[in-house]
């Protein structure tokens, strides 16, 4: 297996070189209708896949400040992010928009998993009104009643496929995918809880977060149930200072590698995780197949005994 390197915390990090097709995966129409966008890297390897969700564009603009609009702020935001990466060389990366466009929520992450991502990151700047003095990031992801409710909207769509979590569910009940579901994205939402707090760790010093940079909220655009996604709101667009800071050159590269250098270890660790099931796995093996001792009935004497001649 190909490995690539990361260093953080003055070790050496292997970068494994393979999606997620360990984990499930839930099969969509071949037909749905969403346009894919170009993966960049090498094509036709196995380095795991992150897509970069730019938010907003076309007709919503999302939050504004002083001379800056949150859907130019966070594609260019997004585009640092996919060169940091593309440079690294250890992952493919894909946007579901490189330009001024509106998609959708649900076409947003349908994107993901239609390429069959590894991990969505959704890139978002945060609005607090007239309240100009708040700053800080914060991480975004799938609250656990929002994602109960997802699922089985999930499992009635995906009944028309007839395959969840690449399971034949043809004639299933609803209870049934929906169970089916659910249990994919109880996995999901662990990563992505995993995922966010890499991004906190690895952040530490180089950006400033708010007060309570972690929370959980109904949000759309996280409702994949087989991919570890996260939103980030890089900072208050109302706050001139803070735009400003990530509008700069300066303020992009440091974003930017930040959450590459979350994005690699992340990538590390399941690397680590699938590596360490595999050596369980073949320990239990080990012991099934291991030969098991028999003892003779007949005593310690009859060993003794001499055969007649």
Known sequence: ??????ATSGRDLPIPHFGRDYAPRIVLENNAAVDLPQIEGDEGDDRP???????HGGHDPGASGVGVVEKDLVLDLAKALRDALLEQGDVRVALTRSDDRYLLHAERFEIARRLGADLF???????????????GASIYTLSSQASSEAAARFAERENRSDRINGQDVAGQSDVVNTILVELSQRRTQAESRQFADLIQREAEG????????RRSAALKVLRAPDVPSVLFESGFITNQEEAARLASPAGRKR?????????????????DDLLGE????????????????TTSDAGPEAADEAPAA
């Open 278 to 293: 595999e050596t369980d796995e073949a320990n239990e093996s080990t012991a099934d197949d291991a030969p098991t001792e």
């Open 206 to 213: 180089a950006i400033r977060f708010h007060p309570q940079p």
């Open 121 to 135: 990151v959704s890139i978002h700047a945060d609005s607090a009104g007239e309240a100009s003095e708040v700053e």
């Open 49 to 55: 896949l992150v897509v970069i969700d730019p938010g």
């Open 1 to 6: 297996m190909a490995m690539g390197v990361a």
């Open 255 to 271: 974003f930017a590698d930040t959450l590459a250098r979350a994005i690699r270890i992340y990538f590390v660790r399941q690397r």
